[in-house]
């Protein structure tokens, strides 16, 4: 029996989630794939974050996800199927008749529910911080923060952190290509969101579907109130400030981004007041121009290093799919190839 294949992703996102179902999916059809996702965080899904305060459940990275390709289409049917998935709205504050999803108990659940999908098929291991990806003479090698797990070895890399992540994890191992290449992806820039998490008594009343969605707006840019989304049994609200205003303030301690944003807040709130408030950072929300290709190859020896995520196909959660579909279709096609010699 011939060696298996070893596919190491870096990152368990979407992206990472993905590209290791489709690396997997029919195993049996090709050569034996090995795949193992690392991730610096203690569960899956990355950005598709939700975080609970007392006996509040809040998304505060993603909130809810469109649909426009046929394969994202034939993948949320099946979500939607499951009970994954939900409906949540078709606009907001006016209606424009294309559905948004959430994910039921909130978008978090997404990805726990792709991990256990996959558990029969991937080893996932979580907080495991990649440090190095390194060219070895037959494989690649990616050692990790303070030697926390043993060098893997691995015939094919799908990197899914944003890409100034994955720059520092080439750039530690000698590995970030060089000329154009090298060029495109260290001035590869990400848009920076602070996002302000609120509990409030009683519950505010944003207009139906119990958020606001202001793209021009100079301080927040969205606004939900995350039972009326039914995702919480309490009432709780996630604010998302403009990108401006965010950079402006990144480096402000949380009082003060508080200070700042403290007459809006109310205005949005009205008579509800704040219980707990908490201030989450999110230094890589979304790529300032995502990349037209799905997924990147940037290396073919000692095997294939891929890049993929949301820099790539669309910085959305569609795009974070597509480029995961993407690059686990292309590694699986070249592991074909080489076991066919
Ligand atoms: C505030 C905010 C609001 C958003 N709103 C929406 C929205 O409403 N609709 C929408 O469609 N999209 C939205 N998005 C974008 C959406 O969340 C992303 O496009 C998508 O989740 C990205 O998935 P990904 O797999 O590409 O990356 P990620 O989810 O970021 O996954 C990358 C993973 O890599 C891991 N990682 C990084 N470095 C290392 C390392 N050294 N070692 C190991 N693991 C590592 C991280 O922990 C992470 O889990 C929003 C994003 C943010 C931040």
Same mark, same amino acid.
């Given at each position: 029996m011939s060696e298996p294949y070893r596919v190491l992703i870096i990152g368990a996102g979407l992206a990472g989630l993905t590209a290791a179902d489709a690396l997997t999916v029919g195993a049996g059809a090709g050569p034996p794939i090995e795949v193992t996702? +690392?991730?610096?965080?203690?569960?899956?899904?990355?950005?598709?974050?939700?975080?609970?305060?007392?006996?509040?459940?809040?998304?505060?990275?993603?909130? =809810? =996800?469109?649909?426009?390709?046929?394969? =994202?289409?034939?993948? +949320?049917?099946?979500?939607?199927?499951?009970?994954?998935?939900?409906?949540?709205?078709?606009? =907001?504050?006016?209606?424009?008749?294309?559905?948004?999803?959430?994910?039921?108990?909130?978008?978090?659940?997404?990805?726990?529910?792709?991990?256990a999908e996959l558990a029969d098929r991937v080893t996932l291991v979580a907080r495991q911080r990649a440090e190095a990806i390194i060219a070895g003479p037959d494989r690649w090698a990616v050692t990790y923060e303070a030697a926390t797990r043993d060098v893997d070895e691995a015939d094919a890399i799908i990197a899914t952190p944003p890409i100034p992540q994955t720059v520092e994890l080439l750039r530690a191992g000698a590995a970030l290509p060089g000329g154009e290449l090298g060029e495109r992806l260290t001035g590869t820039a990400y848009h920076k969101v602070l996002a302000i998490l609120a509990t409030v008594d009683p519950a505010p009343g944003l207009p139906s579907p119990g958020a606001l969605q202001r793209p021009d707006h100079p301080i927040f840019t969205f606004v939900a109130d995350n039972q009326a989304k039914g995702i919480s049994d309490e009432a709780a609200v996630t604010f998302h400030l403009a990108h401006a205003l965010s950079a402006e303030l990144w480096d402000a301690a949380d009082d003060e981004v508080l200070a700042r944003v403290d007459d809006e807040l109310r205005t949005v709130l009205g008579p509800a007041a704040v219980t707990e408030i908490q201030v989450k950072r999110w230094r890589y929300a979304g790529p300032a121009i995502p990349s037209p290709e799905h997924s990147l190859q940037i290396a073919a020896r000692p095997g294939p290093l891929l890049l993929a995520g949301d820099a790539f196909a669309g910085a959305k959660v569609e795009g974070a799919f597509l480029s995961g579909l993407d690059a686990g279709r292309a590694v699986h096609r070249l592991a074909g190839e080489r076991a066919a010699g």
């Amino acid at each position: 029996m011939s060696e298996p294949y070893r596919v190491l992703i870096i990152g368990a996102g979407l992206a990472g989630l993905t590209a290791a179902d489709a690396l997997t999916v029919g195993a049996g059809a090709g050569p034996p794939i090995e795949v193992t996702i +690392v991730d610096k965080a203690k569960g899956p899904g990355g950005r598709l974050a939700t975080r609970r305060i007392g006996g509040a459940t809040l998304d505060h990275g993603a909130q =809810f =996800f469109t649909v426009r390709s046929d394969d =994202f289409r034939a993948r +949320v049917d099946r979500w939607l199927a499951d009970g994954v998935v939900e409906e949540w709205c078709r606009g =907001f504050e006016q209606t424009d008749g294309y559905p948004r999803y959430r994910a039921a108990g909130g978008m978090n659940h997404l990805g726990k529910h792709l991990a256990a999908e996959l558990a029969d098929r991937v080893t996932l291991v979580a907080r495991q911080r990649a440090e190095a990806i390194i060219a070895g003479p037959d494989r690649w090698a990616v050692t990790y923060e303070a030697a926390t797990r043993d060098v893997d070895e691995a015939d094919a890399i799908i990197a899914t952190p944003p890409i100034p992540q994955t720059v520092e994890l080439l750039r530690a191992g000698a590995a970030l290509p060089g000329g154009e290449l090298g060029e495109r992806l260290t001035g590869t820039a990400y848009h920076k969101v602070l996002a302000i998490l609120a509990t409030v008594d009683p519950a505010p009343g944003l207009p139906s579907p119990g958020a606001l969605q202001r793209p021009d707006h100079p301080i927040f840019t969205f606004v939900a109130d995350n039972q009326a989304k039914g995702i919480s049994d309490e009432a709780a609200v996630t604010f998302h400030l403009a990108h401006a205003l965010s950079a402006e303030l990144w480096d402000a301690a949380d009082d003060e981004v508080l200070a700042r944003v403290d007459d809006e807040l109310r205005t949005v709130l009205g008579p509800a007041a704040v219980t707990e408030i908490q201030v989450k950072r999110w230094r890589y929300a979304g790529p300032a121009i995502p990349s037209p290709e799905h997924s990147l190859q940037i290396a073919a020896r000692p095997g294939p290093l891929l890049l993929a995520g949301d820099a790539f196909a669309g910085a959305k959660v569609e795009g974070a799919f597509l480029s995961g579909l993407d690059a686990g279709r292309a590694v699986h096609r070249l592991a074909g190839e080489r076991a066919a010699g």
